[in-house]
Structures are given as structure tokens and as C-alpha cells.
């Protein structure tokens, strides 16, 4: 059963920088198109970015030019650098993975990331 899970969330002030993990297990990374997503209380979740198999990436508006999607197939893991961080990147932060074909995505349990003024 693919299985994954965000890390690197947490407390940071603005302007500052965090860099999220999301390891996929039961899996084989390559196989997939990745994405980072975010959701705050009483909003629909947010597109950040994704990431196809063959690496090429795309930005939600909101941060482009801000946050990196990144991969790394031998470790299985997806980052997410964020910089320049604003209180309102406040939010929990989700990765999915996309298989191809009629298959529905998997999703990890998010990971908390607060941003003080």
C-alpha cells in the first residue's frame, strides 16, 4: 500500500524558510507525478506545485517565484523549499502522488506550518 508522509513543517518567522519532505513508501517514486497542496480553515485547498516524472514543474500564482518543488527518485522523496514565507503561507501542507492512468491519488496526512509576523 503506498504509504506518504510530510515532514519539515513547523514554526518560522516572516521571511524566513522552511524546506517540507514527502516520503513515499510502498511506492516507486518514479512512477508518479507529485504535488504539494495547502488548506486553511474555512478555505478549499490550494495548488502550490507539482512535479511530472520527467521533473518539469509548475507553480500555483500565490507562490510562484517563492517555494521549489523538487525530486529525489533514489530517496523516494519530494521536497518543497519555501522561502520568504508570509503569515498567510500559514496553513497545512500536503503532498499527493499521481499515478498514471485511471488510478486515484494518494494523499499524506499534512504537515502544520505557521508563519508569525
Known amino acids: 500500500q503506498v504509504q506518504l508522509k510530510e515532514s519539515g513543517g513547523g514554526l518560522v518567522q516572516a521571511g524566513g524558510s522552511l524546506r517540507l519532505s514527502c516520503a513515499v513508501s510502498?511506492?516507486?517514486?518514479?512512477?508518479?507525478?507529485m504535488g504539494w497542496f495547502r488548506r486553511t480553515p474555512g478555505k478549499e485547498r490550494e495548488f502550490l506545485a507539482d512535479?511530472?516524472?520527467?521533473?518539469?514543474?509548475s507553480y500555483g500564482s500565490s507562490v510562484k517565484g517563492r517555494f521549489t518543488i523538487s525530486r529525489d527518485n533514489g530517496k523516494n522523496t519530494v521536497y518543497l523549499q519555501m522561502n520568504a514565507l508570509k503569515p498567510e503561507d500559514t496553513a497545512v501542507y500536503y503532498c499527493?502522488?499521481?499515478?498514471?492512468?485511471?488510478?486515484?491519488?494518494?494523499w499524506g496526512q499534512g504537515t502544520q506550518v505557521t508563519v508569525s509576523p
Open positions: 499527493n502522488a499521481d499515478p498514471p492512468g485511471p488510478v486515484p491519488a494518494y
Open positions: 510502498g511506492g516507486t517514486l518514479s512512477s508518479y507525478a
Open positions: 512535479i511530472d516524472r520527467y521533473s518539469k514543474q
